[in-house]
Each structure stands twice: as structure tokens, then as C-alpha cells.
């Protein structure tokens, strides 16, 4: 073989170990989720915790006097996927008020966010919540504080970034329940940071099924 093919294939050879290089590094320059992507972590988090929290009502009764001392659920993820909420709940002696804490393990949990990607979550992080309960009319009302804190893993199935981080977010909220029906709205705010990226919702809302 001549020089000249000599050169060509060495360069073609250089193209393509820049090439792979390049691509490694459009990879790594990906270090943390976008903020979509967070408050997609942050939405099934909270909803989920709402949703292991409203099977412990029987609608029609009282909430206080219905509360479960412990929990165990596993509940399905959005797109695939569970997470297993495990925790206690302690009533005041007079039903005033209780406290849920525990946990929630996320084994392959995926949830679709608002640019259409799914973002698969997996591990375990704490989560807890006081709520103070009051009567108006047909009504019973809630005045609800959660806290979510923790470290989860992280993959968006699409492209397949992933990464760990550390989930910090906080909720003040308002749960208004029908009594006879058992119907309820949930409204409040959510505040905090998930993988350093700042969460803050004035105008959180979750379907309750």
C-alpha cells in the first residue's frame, strides 16, 4: 500500500476516534435534569404520597377516626413502573390532627413530562406530612404540610441520561372533602429543589382517584 492510502486510512481512523470523543463528551456535558424534568420527579412524588393517603378514608366517615395506624401500599406508576409507600400514621387524642411519615421506594417508577419525555425513577426516599382538619358545613378541610427528602436515581428512557441526586421539596396544601361522598379537591404549593434544580409551583394541583 502506498503513502497516500497510508494517510487516508490514518485519517479516517483520527475522524472516528474524534467522532466517538465528541459524542462521549455531548454525554457527559448532561450532568443534571432539566427543570421539566424535575417537576415531573416532584408531581409523581407528591401525587403519590396523596394517593397512598387517600386509601386510608372511607368515604362518608370521618377521616380522623378512619386513619390507619400503619401503611403498606404499592401503588403504579403513570408510564409503568410502582412505588411501594410504607410508613405510619399518628392521630391526636381528640382527631384534630395526625401525622404520616414514612417511605416511598421507587422501582422503575416512569412518569411522562410536559416536553413528552419519560423519566424512570428507582430507590427510596422519606417522606412526611401534618394535617390539622377542620369542619365547614358538608365539608371537612385540611390544612396539609409534607416534606419529601432523600436521594433517588434518575433515567430518562428516551435517550438514556441518567444520573443520582439528592430530592428536597416541601408542600403546603389545602384538602377539602365531601363528606357524604367522599369526593375531595387538593390545592396548594410546592416549593424546594430536586438534583439541585429549583421546584416552586403557586398553583399545584393533584388528581386524587
Not at 159 to 182: F, H, N, P, Q, R
Not at 190 to 205: A, E, Q
Request: negative net charge; aromatic residues 6%; charged residues 25%.
Amino acid at each position: 500500500m502506498g503513502m497516500t492510502g497510508r494517510r487516508r486510512i490514518t485519517g479516517l481512523i483520527g475522524i472516528g476516534v474524534l467522532a466517538v470523543v465528541m459524542a462521549g463528551c455531548e454525554e457527559a456535558e448532561r450532568e443534571e435534569i432539566t427543570s421539566v424534568e424535575a417537576d415531573a420527579v416532584a408531581e409523581v412524588i407528591t401525587s403519590t404520597t396523596f394517593d397512598t393517603w387517600e386509601r386510608t378514608w372511607v368515604p362518608g366517615m370521618d377521616p380522623a377516626a378512619m386513619a390507619l395506624d400503619t401503611y403498606d401500599y404499592e401503588v403504579d406508576c403513570p408510564e409503568g413502573g410502582t412505588i411501594r409507600a410504607k410508613g405510619t400514621i399518628e392521630t391526636s387524642d381528640d382527631g384534630s390532627s395526625l401525622t404520616q411519615e414514612g417511605t416511598l421506594t421507587f422501582n422503575d417508577c416512569g412518569k411522562e413530562t410536559d416536553d413528552g419525555e419519560t423519566i424512570v425513577l428507582t430507590g427510596t426516599i422519606a417522606d412526611m406530612f401534618n394535617a390539622q382538619f377542620a369542619g365547614v358545613g358538608k365539608l371537612i378541610v385540611l390544612d396539609v404540610d409534607g416534606s419529601w427528602a432523600g436521594s433517588i436515581s434518575w433515567e430518562i428512557e428516551d435517550d438514556g441520561d441518567s444520573g443520582v441526586c439528592d430530592v428536597d421539596v416541601a408542600l403546603d396544601a389545602t384538602i377539602e372533602i365531601d363528606i357524604a361522598t367522599g369526593e375531595h379537591d387538593v390545592t396548594g404549593s410546592l416549593t424546594g429543589t430536586v438534583c439541585g434544580v429549583s421546584v416552586d409551583d403557586d398553583d399545584w394541583s393533584v388528581e386524587v382517584k
